[in-house]
Antibody, heavy 122, light 107 residues
């Protein structure tokens, strides 16, 4: 059974940093691209970033480019999102999501974690 | 960037009704479209992939159709457990984009 478990969310001040983690199990982690998708309170879904199975290719939404970094440790079956220079508009539930094996960029999603809330506020 | 629109933004229907949601892409995306269901306080769940393929384990009352720029999602007989927000999503191009969602509830 595929399981994705996010952690690392919390309250951070504007300009601060946070690192999210997503522990994966139930599949061969290194074979699948992964993404982070966020959802601001009461709003819709917004893709944030994707990474290939090997970690060699990464992609970012313009809204986070230069501030967020996606990475993965395939030996630990864990996906990360390093978030720097956080803004109030980054407040959201952050989901990690697994792409199917056929996915070109890891930007379509067959499994999602339960999400972790990031609140950026002074 | 490709923009996705959905209509209606919300709907209310009776148990057993047929429910249809439309999704439109701002340019041709072939069949690179997914439909997700999100219940309150929960993560999204994949229902339909590649525009018309039912994900394993998803009830057959859910279906999808379309290609190019115009897509349709249908619940053939609405059930109480189908109360949720439904999102379409294109993955033909970067960045991937979601529609704004359609909130479905029971009349």
């Amino acid at each position: 059974e595929v399981q994705l478990l996010e952690s690392g969310g919390g309250l951070v001040q504007p300009g601060g940093s946070l690192r999210l983690s997503c522990a994966a199990s139930g599949f061969t982690f290194s074979s699948y691209a992964m993404s982070w998708v966020r959802q601001a309170p009461g709003k819709g879904l917004e893709w944030v970033s994707a990474i290939s199975g090997s970690g060699g290719s990464t992609y970012y939404a313009d809204s986070v480019k230069g501030r967020f970094t996606i990475s993965r440790d395939n030996s630990k079956n864990t996906l990360y999102l390093q978030m720097n220079s956080l803004r109030a508009e980054d407040t959201a539930v952050y989901y990690c999501a697994k792409a199917p094996i056929s996915s070109t960029w890891g930007t379509n999603f067959d499994y999602w974690g339960q999400g972790t809330l990031v609140t950026v506020s002074s | 960037d490709i923009q996705m629109t959905q209509s209606p933004s919300s709907l209310s229907a009776s148990v057993g009704d047929r429910v249809t949601i439309t999704c439109q892409a701002s340019q041709d995306i072939s069949n690179y479209l997914n439909w997700y269901q999100q219940k309150p306080g929960k993560a999204p769940k994949l229902l339909i992939y590649d525009a018309s393929n039912l994900e394993t384990g998803v009830p057959s009352r859910f279906s999808g159709s379309g290609s190019g720029t115009d897509f349709t999602f249908t619940i053939s007989s609405l059930q109480p457990e189908d109360i949720a927000t439904y999102y379409c999503q294109q993955y033909d191009n970067l960045p991937p984009a979601f529609g704004p969602g359609t909130k479905v509830d029971i009349k």
